[in-house]
């Protein structure tokens, strides 16, 4: 079995080689749901930066409803998992139909009658597979966290942070893809209407045991660690004179250095941090979510 899982692993792993060497060359690719970084605008919000793989939005100085302005941010998150959810679906289903086909003509020519029936598997697992035919551990990292803080002058009001990555992590946990980011930091009180400045931070993160992972397709400007316990890749941009950040970004890799070390993941996660300054009073707030640990 060892041997197996080892012949699989480098089967997968030539995948994996090309797909980073792609990256390199060209940049980041699109992400689960096959989104651009700005393919979608939440309502109330206005570009503060951009580029090709992520951009930074703020609320538009006419918005004077913000938790409106932060349900449609809410929504377009939920909308966005729906339709990748729905894309996934429809190309699991499609993988079991090539599935059923290949399987039953292998039965036919063996002259077995099971070969329909193990073709069949790919529908069954909603084309969750790997290169070396194993289930995935793909999944959404979702967190919200809100604290009330009372800026000097001002009047008491709650700061909120909040996102979701959608994560791919093969059966053999030795790489892990995030794509689909979208976070969002505010404060909601309303004296003062707007922050002196915020500070707004994605964090992407595994553990790891083996050799240092590389951290692919990182935001330009993202703080890169990698050792052989962790890796992260930490985004962080500021606004001045508004109440709200938003963050979208396509695709960050995190990869083994090479097919002859050992790697692998044993914990990822995905956190924001939204640091608000008040005059000379800074307030922060985190949010995360985790999987694996």
């Known amino acids: 079995m060892g041997i197996a899982i080892r012949s699989r692993r480098s089967a997968s792993f030539a995948g994996v080689a090309t797909l980073l060497l792609a990256s390199v060359a060209v940049g980041v690719t699109q992400g689960a749901s096959d989104s651009q970084a700005a393919e979608s605008a939440t309502p109330g919000t206005v570009v503060h930066k951009q580029d090709a793989h992520g951009e930074v939005r703020v609320a538009d100085p006419s918005v004077r409803d913000k938790r409106q302005l932060l349900q449609a941010a809410k929504k377009e998150r939920a909308e966005r998992q729906k339709a990748a959810a729905s894309q996934e679906s429809a190309a699991g289903t499609a993988a079991g139909t090539t599935g059923e086909t290949a399987g039953a003509t292998t039965g036919e020519t063996s002259g077995g009658g099971t070969g329909g029936d193990s073709g ?13 035919g194993f289930p995935t551990r793909d999944q959404w990292l979702d967190s919200t966290k809100s604290s009330r803080v009372s800026p000097a002058g001002g009047a008491p009001g709650a700061i909120s942070a909040a996102g979701s990555s959608f994560v791919k992590v093969p059966f053999m946990e030795y790489y892990a893809i995030f794509t689909d980011t ?11 209407f707007n922050a002196d400045s915020i500070k707004h931070t994605d964090t992407w993160r595994i553990g790891s045991v083996g050799a240092p992972f590389l951290v692919v397709g990182a935001p330009e400007g993202a703080a890169v660690k990698s050792t052989g316990s962790s890796a992260e890749a930490s985004w962080s941009t500021e606004v001045e004179r508004n109440w709200y950040s938003q963050h979208t970004y396509d695709q960050v890799a995190f990869y083994p250095p090479n097919h002859d070390d050992y790697s692998n993941v044993f914990r990822i996660s995905h956190s924001v941090t939204g640091t608000f300054q008040f005059g000379s009073s800074f307030f922060t707030v985190t949010s995360q979510d985790r999987a694996y640990s």
């Open 182 to 192: 979208k976070s969002d930091v505010a404060w909601l009180g309303g004296r003062p």
């Open 120 to 132: 069949g598997t790919g529908g069954d697992d909603g084309g969750h597979g790997d290169q070396s």
